[in-house]
């Protein structure tokens, strides 16, 4: 029966099919870390369900990745009017529609190869009026400190980005191995697309108690320990933090970049959470304006690549595929094989489009300016106040550790899991986080993110809740979690 | 001068700068070819117009790729007014619109994440419904050949999608890395794709007096001379054929699957041109229908990827980024590392809901397909006059050989070029059919694709000419060649 269970309950493995053919896949490719198999089991029970099938629950809800949509959350009109009429220029005569929004659609048309989003945008690493605007953006963010349009590079999302940049590097093997320095906890997507691209991941650990503060020790000690081991040549930062909700300091971003310049790390600084800062006295600053402002020595010579994306809040157009790299520092050379990386895909223009209005936005005056500045303002008060609420809600149960989160739209708590559960996991095959996860889903039709996912090691449970929904939504999840996580703990004593 | 020329023409290289970062770079990025400079050039010329530049010509009019829209060629309406609605679902009110539009909108955005084309789609490689109504082309184009969901895996268009399946193969250095038969001339999008992907281009030459046929003794010679330097693993083949416009007949692809089937390899068959066949008493038969009416002995052993795009004619929706490959006969544990890859990157879903469209168009009785069926047939009519008018054209210059294309938009006239010329080419560091192209670029603005780029060497001189154009704009281009073509000949006699 066990035994049984294991193979319906586990990771996903193919020991026992271990044909040529399957040897001969790229070793690369076999590296990959098997995914939990929580989405899958998620759209198991949806179509379940679908069919009639008798459930607790009349609908899985999953909260497990930044998907604001998917939860229900609105887009922004502006962006989609814009790109409605782009898509069919006949709406250009629309009067229903501002005139703002159409103006915008006309100006954005006529920089599409023959006015259409059907044409390929590959020779230029992205359409140049949308590097342009986003060059604009990025100076007037930083106060002055300025961005030029050609070391922009457009791609479809953030992780494609990182993933053309970690294709570049990777190299070596065994002790020859490019590096990466990665915290822990990281984006859960992120572990996958380092194995994917022949990077070793090199763990550095966030530090819980700071409410998942970067500590220099940490990472001094896990570029030491690395070393001998690859050859460690990036360090990987997200901030805001995903998943943690933590916004850097002036202080620590300047202690980062003093490491990564004496160690000659390049500084991949995913930032895609900037404009979800709701933590009390907290502001998004970027690492390129900390840069600047230490002066020469450090502006100069640190290689920096600046990670953004049209994905997060409050956008949260995840489907569009969009985002763009800012590259400062690196040598032309070796920019030239990026850009010929680049030339072999070409970013989707719709998703190019929506980037320039999210760069771009209606301004005081503009007819489309108080319901663009209102949805805005709307999906901010919400994620503050959900990511407050669920906070609280989440520390008022027992053996749940919560710490608050500052920025973006995810929580991460801990799990003081009983040891005849984490036991239970373990002879299942399972780690506990996600042994705890599917079980959840199976009893209260909830998807939740596993710790593991995000590079926890199994000693350390955590959990993942995107807290960018509805708030009803939101109130029914933490319902769901708390029956189940109180009968789990009697199940458990 | 000469020196100084050459640094200005010449196909972009960075000898001079190696640097440790650049030697660091991955090294299968380094292997890329490089890519011509036409298109920045181009480019360059474009932005001297804009800034007042006095040039005998007034715009540069790119027809190197297969890139319609860009050349003035409309969108097929059904499509459009069905992702406007998709992005802005306001538009479902909008009785302007058809119904059968705002109909197939609804039902497309509800399948879509919380009704969003801005959710993730990541969980299932594509949307279930657009894989179904895939599936369900797949089996009416192929007479009932049945076709299943589970076999298809949506990508943002047939480059990365034939991407992802490279990086699956990629293993082994030296005589034990996988090599993957390719066509002379291929699409020239291809090797650059295969440098990357870090698979060895074994090539086989396509018989250009035969209308650049297959033929079975140029495969079997060409795997004979690649074993012992390589792994061959994968033929790819191109039917119809990017840029030789071939299509094949059944005998020949029932050589091509036996002689898949005796070496032991996998079947590449890109098929994107496969609704843009004209050529007088040409049909496409697709290579799984061949397979299968072959019987068990081949239907259930070939191992068969067959890949389709939005990108080709009539859609030519390049800019969206949607294709689809179909997996048979492969190891499901290979397949699940396929779906592993994929997990790493979600297709766009605009892309996604475009390629539903694309397979399952409006029908006779449905209010859109009047003009839905005159839109495609106004671009097919138009397709096949060009093809025609352009290669009767080019035959009638001296020193230009065509063979009539049969399908899809590209023709790919032979050039004889003058010994003068191709010495004078060869000491400015380039080909000769590149210095061809930029000489016409720099003389009379028009923009074709060089031969070499297709996999042609360089005693082979070829050039690419993309005709799904507007009538007046490829007549403007064949004048323009003719022009410079003359003018050549008078120069190098």
């Given at each position: 029966m066990m035994t049984n269970n294991k193979h319906v309950l586990c990771?996903?493995?193919?020991?026992?099919?271990?044909m040529s053919s399957v040897l001969q896949v790229n070793p690369r490719v076999r590296a990959i870390r098997a995914p939990t198999r929580l989405q899958s089991v998620a759209a198991r029970i949806t179509q379940q369900i679908a069919q009639g099938a008798n459930k607790p629950f009349k609908k899985v809800i999953d909260v497990s990745s930044d998907d604001p949509h998917r939860m229900g959350m609105a887009p922004i009109s502006f962006v989609r009017q814009v790109l409605a009429v782009c898509l069919y220029?006949?709406?250009?005569?629309?009067?229903?529609?501002?005139l703002d929004v159409r103006q915008r659609a006309k100006r954005l048309l006529g920089v599409c190869g023959g006015g259409?989003?059907?044409?390929?945008?590959t020779a230029t690493s992205g359409l140049p009026l949308v590097k342009k605007s986003i060059a604009d953006f990025i100076t007037k963010r930083d106060n002055g400190v300025s961005s030029h349009p050609e070391n922009i590079i457009i791609s479809n999302g953030s992780q494609k980005t990182l993933s053309l940049v970690l294709h570049l590097m990777a190299s070596g093997t065994g002790v020859t191995q490019t590096g990466v320095l990665t915290p822990v906890p990281s984006p859960h997507t992120l572990p996958m697309l380092i194995d994917l691209s022949g990077v070793k991941l090199v763990p550095y650990q966030l530090k819980e108690e700071a409410g998942w503060a970067v500590e220099l020790e940490e990472l001094q000690q896990a570029l030491a320990t690395a070393r001998g081991d690859c050859e460690p040549r990036a360090i990987y930062i997200s901030n805001p933090g995903n998943p943690t909700g933590h916004v850097q300091d002036r202080k620590t971003m300047e202690r980062v970049i003093r490491f990564a310049a004496a160690e000659g790390l390049v500084l991949l600084a995913?930032?895609?959470?900037?404009?979800?800062v709701y933590g009390q006295g907290k502001e998004f600053i970027s690492y390129k304006k900390v840069l600047f402002e230490m002066g020469k020595k450090y502006a100069e010579k640190v290689e920096l690549i600046s990670l953004h994306s049209?994905?997060?809040?409050?956008?949260?157009?995840?489907?569009?595929r969009g985002g763009y790299m800012e590259v400062l520092n690196i040598d032309p050379a070796v920019y030239k094989y990026l850009r010929n990386i680049q030339l072999t895909s070409s970013p989707p223009v719709i998703s190019q489009l929506a980037l320039e209005v999210m760069v771009n936005p209606p301004t005081p005056g503009d007819l489309s300016y108080k319901t663009y500045a209102q949805e805005i303002l709307h999906t901010q008060t919400m994620l503050s106040q959900n990511a407050q609420r669920a906070c609280e809600f989440l520390n008022g149960l027992p053996g749940i550790n919560c710490e608050p989160a500052m920025a973006g739209v995810f929580l991460f708590p801990r799990l003081h899991l009983p040891l005849k559960l984490v036991e239970e996991a373990e002879m299942l095959g399972l780690e506990a986080d996600v042994f705890y996860c599917q079980k959840l889903l199976e009893e209260e039709g909830v998807c939740l993110g596993a710790g593991c996912e995000n590079g926890?090691?199994?000693q350390n449970h955590h959990i993942r809740l995107c807290v960018l929904a509805p708030p009803d939504t939101l109130e029914e999840v933490l319902a769901r979690l708390r029956s189940f996580h109180l009968r789990l703990l009697y199940r458990f004593p």
């Amino acid at each position: 029966m066990m035994t049984n269970n294991k193979h319906v309950l586990c990771v996903e493995q193919s020991e026992q099919t271990e044909m040529s053919s399957v040897l001969q896949v790229n070793p690369r490719v076999r590296a990959i870390r098997a995914p939990t198999r929580l989405q899958s089991v998620a759209a198991r029970i949806t179509q379940q369900i679908a069919q009639g099938a008798n459930k607790p629950f009349k609908k899985v809800i999953d909260v497990s990745s930044d998907d604001p949509h998917r939860m229900g959350m609105a887009p922004i009109s502006f962006v989609r009017q814009v790109l409605a009429v782009c898509l069919y220029p006949e709406l250009l005569e629309e009067k229903t529609l501002p005139l703002d929004v159409r103006q915008r659609a006309k100006r954005l048309l006529g920089v599409c190869g023959g006015g259409s989003v059907g044409s390929y945008s590959t020779a230029t690493s992205g359409l140049p009026l949308v590097k342009k605007s986003i060059a604009d953006f990025i100076t007037k963010r930083d106060n002055g400190v300025s961005s030029h349009p050609e070391n922009i590079i457009i791609s479809n999302g953030s992780q494609k980005t990182l993933s053309l940049v970690l294709h570049l590097m990777a190299s070596g093997t065994g002790v020859t191995q490019t590096g990466v320095l990665t915290p822990v906890p990281s984006p859960h997507t992120l572990p996958m697309l380092i194995d994917l691209s022949g990077v070793k991941l090199v763990p550095y650990q966030l530090k819980e108690e700071a409410g998942w503060a970067v500590e220099l020790e940490e990472l001094q000690q896990a570029l030491a320990t690395a070393r001998g081991d690859c050859e460690p040549r990036a360090i990987y930062i997200s901030n805001p933090g995903n998943p943690t909700g933590h916004v850097q300091d002036r202080k620590t971003m300047e202690r980062v970049i003093r490491f990564a310049a004496a160690e000659g790390l390049v500084l991949l600084a995913e930032e895609v959470n900037q404009d979800s800062v709701y933590g009390q006295g907290k502001e998004f600053i970027s690492y390129k304006k900390v840069l600047f402002e230490m002066g020469k020595k450090y502006a100069e010579k640190v290689e920096l690549i600046s990670l953004h994306s049209i994905s997060t809040a409050p956008m949260g157009e995840c489907g569009l595929r969009g985002g763009y790299m800012e590259v400062l520092n690196i040598d032309p050379a070796v920019y030239k094989y990026l850009r010929n990386i680049q030339l072999t895909s070409s970013p989707p223009v719709i998703s190019q489009l929506a980037l320039e209005v999210m760069v771009n936005p209606p301004t005081p005056g503009d007819l489309s300016y108080k319901t663009y500045a209102q949805e805005i303002l709307h999906t901010q008060t919400m994620l503050s106040q959900n990511a407050q609420r669920a906070c609280e809600f989440l520390n008022g149960l027992p053996g749940i550790n919560c710490e608050p989160a500052m920025a973006g739209v995810f929580l991460f708590p801990r799990l003081h899991l009983p040891l005849k559960l984490v036991e239970e996991a373990e002879m299942l095959g399972l780690e506990a986080d996600v042994f705890y996860c599917q079980k959840l889903l199976e009893e209260e039709g909830v998807c939740l993110g596993a710790g593991c996912e995000n590079g926890q090691d199994d000693q350390n449970h955590h959990i993942r809740l995107c807290v960018l929904a509805p708030p009803d939504t939101l109130e029914e999840v933490l319902a769901r979690l708390r029956s189940f996580h109180l009968r789990l703990l009697y199940r458990f004593p």
